[in-house]
């Protein structure tokens, strides 16, 4: 089991921007190592929502219609680390973002089909 790290959250204003983090702990294996990256959040009360997700094969990307435009996916190998750079953000962007890997995910808005999870890092957005 690959155990995913998130980093990156915190308390910001609205209208204002984080860049959230996920690499890998205690494995040889690194984001880049999966078919799939994806990014999801949940709010409390809410179920888990896909955000944003990743194929490196193709290297397309696929968003939240909620984020279009405001948050970019994009990894960089060099520090083995996928990044998900949030602007522009919303009170109702308050959530714990999660990272997710798996392989060969032919739906990648369905949590249930990524195999590996990080512990999630919370992002509040005031008002």
């Known amino acids: 089991q690959v155990q995913l790290v998130e980093s990156g959250g915190g308390l910001v204003q609205s209208g204002g921007s984080l860049k959230l983090s996920c690499s890998t702990s205690?494995?040889?294996?690194?984001?880049?190592?999966?078919?799939?990256i994806g990014w999801f959040r949940q709010a409390p009360g809410k179920e888990r929502e896909f955000v944003a997700g990743?194929?490196?094969?193709?290297?397309?990307?696929d968003y939240a219609d909620s984020v279009k435009g405001r948050f970019t996916f994009f990894g960089d190998r060099t520090k083995n680390t996928v990044y998900l750079q949030m602007n522009s953000l919303k009170p109702e962007d308050t959530a714990v973002y999660y990272c997710?890997?798996?392989?060969?995910?032919?739906?990648?808005?369905?949590?249930?089909?990524?195999?590996?999870w990080g512990r999630g890092t919370q992002v509040t957005v005031s008002n």
């Open positions: 990743i194929m490196w094969g193709t290297g397309s990307k």
């Open positions: 997710a890997a798996g392989n060969l995910i032919p739906e990648r808005t369905d949590s249930g089909q990524y195999e590996h």
């Open positions: 205690g494995s040889s294996l690194t984001p880049f190592s999966f078919t799939n």
